[in-house]
């Protein structure tokens, strides 16, 4: 694809353009295109800065070309994209009629309902029985280990947290 210079009409290969304009007319590639294309300069939607020019074929990048804001938008384009198809998915699982008459929408949400609440039981399960579980000492796991490692079974034995209790009480009610 031949590029036509819009200064003095003659036609480059792909890319000797830029070439061109640095030795013949002496104006950088991004005032050209500001001059002779669009002055339109985009703004980064990260940090509002001016957009990096890609080329004078390509124009204006979607960045100002730093790692970190190309990185963000990315990270924004792939959570639309990602958010875009599932709403799709739904769509098309709430319309899809399954031979029983429910929509598969209705199926997997029903399908899971079990498998959640089983989970549900078993996490409260391992949570409450590890904290209730008492050892020989007559302690349990978590205030033996506050015990070992601060001196005292409670955090609201801890010396700092009473001083911070104190005080606030004392700022409250004026009392000691």
């Given at each position: 694809m031949k590029e036509q210079c819009l200064i003095c009409n003659k036609l480059f290969s792909k890319g000797r353009l830029q070439v061109h304009l640095?030795?013949?007319?002496?104006?950088?590639?991004?005032?050209?295109?500001?001059?002779?294309?669009?002055?339109?300069?985009?703004?980064?939607?990260?940090?509002?800065?001016?957009?990096?020019?890609?080329?004078?074929?390509?124009?204006?990048?979607?960045?100002?070309?730093?790692?970190?804001?190309?990185?963000?938008?990315?990270?924004?384009?792939?959570?639309?994209?990602?958010?875009?198809a599932c709403r799709e998915r739904n769509k098309k699982w709430k319309t899809e009629i399954l031979p029983d008459g429910r929509t598969r929408q209705q199926a997997i949400i029903e399908s899971g309902q079990s498998k959640r609440n089983f989970k549900s039981i078993q996490t409260g399960k391992k949570i409450s029985t590890s904290l209730k579980k008492v050892g020989n000492d007559g302690l349990t796991n978590f205030k033996r280990s506050f015990l070992e490692k601060r001196g005292v079974d409670n955090p609201m034995k801890l010396p700092s947290s009473v001083q911070k209790l104190s005080t606030s009480y004392n700022k409250r009610t004026g009392y000691d």
């Open positions: 640095k030795k013949k007319h002496k104006q950088d590639p991004e005032k050209y295109y500001t001059n002779y294309i669009s002055s339109d300069i985009p703004k980064c939607p990260i940090c509002q800065e001016n957009c990096r020019l890609a080329s004078i074929s390509k124009g204006y990048l979607e960045t100002c070309g730093k790692p970190s804001c190309r990185a963000k938008l990315v990270n924004i384009k792939g959570k639309e994209n990602h958010i875009r």
